[in-house]
């Protein structure tokens, strides 16, 4: 229950930086990356308790990894990987969570 909870946050969020006009793309890569790093350790607590959960956390990890690797070698990409790793995330949750 906490870990869905917490994806309906993440998502929310998510989307509302997405829409953010105030954020450069630099500053929306940084607070996706802030909030996968976090679901990360929630999911990592949780997979203990379920070999399902442990294959999303392994999903997000992987993406949180190309969020990274896209933030740090592409920043001038950072804005269009984001709306599309949103979806990929949705995508991810609806397969294995």
Same mark, same amino acid.
Not at 10 to 30: G, M, P, Q, R, W
Not at 73 to 97: D, R, S, W
């Given at each position: ?6 994806? +309906?946050?993440?998502? &929310? @969020? ?6 953010? /006009?105030?954020?450069?793309? !630099? ?12 679901y990360i350790k +929630?999911?990592?607590? &949780? @997979? ?6 442990? /294959?999303?956390?392994?999903? !997000? ?10 933030y740090q ?25």
């Open positions: 229950q906490i870990i869905e909870e917490f994806m +309906i946050m993440f998502n &929310a @969020t998510v989307t509302a930086i997405k829409d953010d /006009k105030k954020l450069t793309s !630099l500053d929306k890569a940084e607070a996706v990356a802030s909030l996968s790093d976090s +929630i999911t990592k607590a &949780a @997979t203990t308790m379920s070999p399902r959960l442990h /294959k999303i956390t392994v999903a !997000l990890e992987v993406i949180k990894d190309y969020t990274d690797m896209v070698e592409f920043p001038q990409l950072a804005g269009p990987v984001i709306e599309t790793l949103e979806h990929f995330a949705n995508l991810v949750q609806e397969k294995y969570g």
